[in-house]
Structures are given as C-alpha cells and as structure tokens.
C-alpha cells in the first residue's frame, strides 16, 4: 500500500475528506513556496501538489497560468521541483503537463522524484493511450499514477482510465480550467459516483473549489477535496511572507474543518 | 481495442489532451470517418468549392522567375486566388460542414496573422454559425485591418493576453475555450497540428491541392513534376500538396520552414530543421523547447510560420526522409517575395515567399531539365504594409 493509500484509509477510519493543496514549484519564490507549503500543512493539509509550471497550460485559468509564468521566469524546472517536493513534510505529489516530464526523460523523472521524497504525479494532458513508458516507469518504482477524469468521459473510458490509476482518481468538478468558482455544478457528484461504479481508488474532486462551504459539501461523496488556485491567489495578493502564509494557514484551517463530515 | 495508438505517424501525434476533450475529439474523428465515406457530404463540400471557393486553382508558369531559379521550370499552384486569399478555405469549409452534421453551432478558431480566422469567419457567415476567433494581442495590433474583416464578417475577436500572446497562446486560449464550452462548441483548428483527428483531418480537407495539381502537372508537361515545393509553418499547405505524390518516390517534396534571422542566431521558427522531438497542443511533434521542456517563442517576419511546433505528419516524413526541409531567412523570402512581384506580376503572401526562396535555390542545384511545381499558398496583400515598411517604401 502506497503512503497515499495508507492516508486515505486513515481519512476513512476518521470519517473525513483528505485535503489536498496545490501549489506551484517555485511561484512567487524557492523561499516563499516552500515557507507557504509548510503554512498549508500546519493548517491541515493533508497531501501536496507540486505543480510543475510549464508554458503551455491548457488546463489552467488565469491565476495558476500567471503563476507558472512567473516560476518559468524565476528559472524554475525540474531541479526546483524536487527541491520543493524534497521540502514537504506531508505525502507530495507532482503535477506535471507530459512535455516537461519527457524532456527530462521519464525514467530519470521518476528515479529523482522518488529519492525527492515524492509520491505520485498527476498527468492532467497524458491520456492513457500514450501511457505505456509512463505505466512502466512509475509502476517500477511504486510511484502513484493520478489520471484526470471529467463530467465528459464516457463509462467505458472511466472504467479504461481510472483502471491505470492509483492512489486516487482526480475527477474534474465540471467542463473548464482551474481556478475558483462561486458555485459548484451538480456535475462533480454524479461524475464521482460514474467513477465509483468502476473503481475501487479513492476518488478527489477538484476544479473551481476555493472555500470551507464548497469543500463540505464535496467531503459528503468525495474522498479528498482538491484546492489550488484559491492558496494561488492569497499568495499573490499579499506581498509580506508572514501575513500571506498566515493567510494560506487560515484557509487552510478553514478547509480542513470543511472536510470532516 | 481503446488501448490501441490511435492518430499516429510513426512514434508521431496522438493524443495528450485533457481527459474532457477525448469524447468531442472521438465524436469529430467519427464525423470525419463518416463524412468521408458519405457522397452526399463530399458533393455539397465539391460544390461549394466550384461555386465559393473558386476550384479547381489553375496552375500559373512563371517563365521570367525561372530565370533567377538556374532556368528550371517553375510551375504555381494558384491558391491565392481561392476566396479569401489562401488556401485555408478548402479545410474551414470542410470543418464547417462537418460542424453542421454534428448539429453544433458555434465555432471557435485561433488566428496569427489572421488568415485563418477570416476564412474561420467567412465559412461562419455563409452556414450560419456563431465564430469566435482567439488573437494574441500583439498580432491584433498588427493586423488591424483583418480584425476589422473578421468583425465586418460577424465574428467575434478576441486578444489574448497571456504568455508571448501570440498564436501558440491564441492556440492555448481556443482550447480553454473548448474545454469549458464543448457540448456546443467547434474547434476550427486551421493546421495540421494538435491532437488527433486534426492532422488527418485538415490534410484531407487539403489533400484537394495535391490531387488537382499532379493531373494538371500531367496535363501541362506530361509527367510528374521533379520536386514539389511549399512553405511550412504548422504545415497544412504543404501536406495539402505533398499528400498526392507521397507514393511517387521520385518526386522531390521539399518543406521550407521560417529561418528568420538564421538558425544560428536562435531567432526563428524552423522547428523541425532547428527543434527536437517533444509535445506541444495536443500531439507529438518537433518542438521549439528549452532545456526545461518550456516552449520557445519563435521569430519570422511571417506571422502565419511564426509557430514553434509542426504537424505530426511532417516530423515523420523528416524523420523518415519521404520530405526534405530547409530554412528560408526573412531576408531570403524578402527577396523571392520582390523578385515574384516583379517578374511575374503576382504579390505572394510572405509565408509563400519562403517557398519561392526555395525554388530560387532548388531550381539552381537541379538545373532547367528539372519541373518544380511551388504551392502559391497565399497572395500578399495583408502583407503590402509588412513589405513597404521592410523596403522602405513610404505609405504616406
């Protein structure tokens, strides 16, 4: 059982969503993400992603995508990542767009994440099709494989994707990018039981979910709540370290009472 | 079988796109199978080319320009004098209809120098669809006056502002726009780049280049022509007029990407002769990329080249060694673009200039006993105030 499983399984016994927060390697500095990274987990949460910024993020909104520009200009890339990874003192997942990690090379890619401390990746542009060096490279060194499934996909396809998956299924709140919405469709639930209908991973809901009301109600059916681009923009509207992580903390403290049912 | 590599040439294309776009990309690639098969989609598409679009485009003879290519035979495939200037009408009215036969009615399209969204906006008028054009900022600026047909035309534009708000972010902002809106929604992709159906898709639609040209070349000369030559940016001309002699191996193709300043000064968009393998909207291709992975902006004085990736088609041709691919300077294309001007009376798009910079080249290594035939891919006039400011001409 990976450390993710395992972290699940304790979330169920507690009768709880686990919190998932998402940041982005190297935004606004090495410094400040790493210090906010450990602000998000004295706050609560549970697991970290680590998003790898990349040049061309089709799945992102605005928020994450100025991130990532800024973190590209900062010069960060592989190296950075793990750094920030290596960083995290809960379980820490990557997310990556395919071509960064293919230019890296995929079975260097996973050696140094796993000597960074990293858990799994989250491939939000590979689909299975073209997964057959990933499957291998990751399944060799027991690195958990998240694929991103949406209202859109069809059963057959739930059942094709979320059978390569593991540690958990991310299943997309609605047909879009990331970044917050003031309301959740009614497309993530039904999208959540389709998934549990083929699968027995865990599965998370992200996409759009910035505050405690919208996480409680997704703890009621999901098994993890994913939130990314509200951390995001409280780390880029507040320029002092101390004040933004205070921040982060209390929004993280705010979700991780959302999350217990 | 799901599992199996679908949209592939060689270890090229596929499909790495988000999970949500998989059902409208498997609905297109079945539209597309279907239409293909169906006389009564190609008779509507055949019949709007010859009363729309103006087909078959004859082939011109340039006898004077061949003078200045080593005296070999140029023979121009006149897809400039298509509707709307280029050759983009024949994949934007195939895409239309087939957004028809899905029974949706908006489209959305991303545009570089706007040749593509006007022929996006255009086919949107005549079938009665909604159109949205995505447009890099910088590129609205400078072509103010194709912003203004697509308006005049009822599209909508908008500028994109991120990244090096260019078309590889018009591209990235069409897909955003896809994947929030896909129930409704059409992508008019114009080259033939990102994920599969795309590549095989706009090169059939395009295909119709090739097919007339061989029997016209047969027609006017009696044989095959000895080289087939044509600009590639994302590549859709090219593989338009390649896909007809790909059997014909002694028929030269030969692919001329955007050298801008040089391959050695870094600025440029030869992505295939200056880039490496990679992943880039939805297929893989060659890239421009840095060490990280991150996409390069690329430089042309061209903005319809101006792209760092290519079609999947074309990096497996390269890599195989079926096509052939230089790079042509901006200073080259420049000078093709006058010497074309001058000499044969007709103003070629700058993206074309690069294929006439080719067979400047081309035709004084094969000698005059050699026929190239030049896909004339578009005419020049949205590039009158590019080129007078490039030869100094004053415009006041």
Known sequence: MSLISERFALAQEENRALLIGYLTAGFPTMQRCKSAIAAMIDGGVDLIEVGFPYSDPVMDGPVIQRASELAIENGVGAREVFEVVASSSVPTLVMSYWNPIERYGVTDFTRDLKAAGGCGVITPDLTVEESQEWISASQSLGLDRVYVVAPSTTDSRLANVTARCSGFVYAASLMGVTGARSALSGAAESLVKRVRAVTNTPVCVGLGVSNGQQASEIAKYADGVIVGSAFIKLLAETQDEIEANKSLKSLAEELSRAVRR | ?396
Request: glycine share 12%; with cysteine; net charge negative.
């Open chain 2, 1 to 396: 079988m799901t599992t199996e590599l679908i949209g592939h040439f060689g270890k090229f294309g596929g499909r790495f796109v988000p999970e949500a776009l998989i059902t409208a990309l498997d609905e297109l690639a079945k539209a597309h199978r279907e239409a293909q098969q169906d006389p009564s989609f190609q008779l509507e598409l055949m019949e709007l080319h010859r009363t729309y679009t103006g087909r078959p485009s004859i082939i011109t003879e340039a006898k004077r320009f061949s003078e200045h290519a080593g005296g070999a035979r140029i023979f121009l495939k006149r897809e400039d004098l298509n509707h709307t200037g280029s050759h983009k009408i024949n994949n934007v009215l195939g895409q239309a209809l087939l957004t028809k036969r899905m029974g949706k009615r908006r489209i959305i399209a991303e545009t570089g120098a706007g040749q593509h969204g006007v022929a996006s906006a255009t086919a949107a008028a005549l079938l009665g669809l909604e159109c949205v054009v995505y447009m890099g900022e910088e590129d609205t600026k400078r072509q103010a006056l194709n912003v203004a047909r697509m308006k005049l035309l009822g599209a909508e534009v908008i500028p994109v502002t991120t990244g090096s708000r260019t078309l590889k972010d018009a591209i990235n902002e069409a897909m955003r726009d896809w994947v929030t809106n896909v129930e409704s929604t059409h992508y008019l992709l114009g080259t033939v780049a990102g994920p599969d159906p795309f590549p095989t898709m706009v090169r059939d639609f395009h295909r119709i280049i090739g097919d007339e040209s061989r029997m016209q070349m047969m027609e006017l000369t009696g044989r095959l022509p000895d080289a087939v030559l044509a600009c590639v940016g994302g590549g859709s001309n090219a593989i338009g007029i390649f896909y007809a002699f790909l059997e014909d191996k002694e028929v030269r193709l030969i692919g001329l990407e955007a050298g801008g300043d040089g391959l050695d000064s870094g600025r440029h968009a030869a992505t295939l002769v200056g880039g490496s393998p990679g992943v880039l909207h939805g297929t893989r291709t060659y890239v421009l990329q840095d060490e990280n992975g991150q996409t390069r902006e690329s430089h042309s004085i061209s903005a319809g080249l101006d792209y760092p990736g290519v079609g999947p088609e074309h990096a497996y041709l390269y890599e195989t060694g079926r096509a052939e691919y230089r790079a042509v300077t901006d200073k080259e294309a420049m000078t093709a673009f006058a010497l074309l001007s001058k000499t044969e009376g007709i103003i070629p798009a700058i993206e074309t200039a690069h294929a006439l910079a080719g067979a400047i080249e081309i035709g004084k290594e094969m000698g005059p006993r050699a026929n190239l035939l030049i896909n004339l891919s578009g005419r020049g006039d949205k590039d009158v105030q590019t080129a007078a400011k490039y030869f100094g001409i004053p415009l006041e």
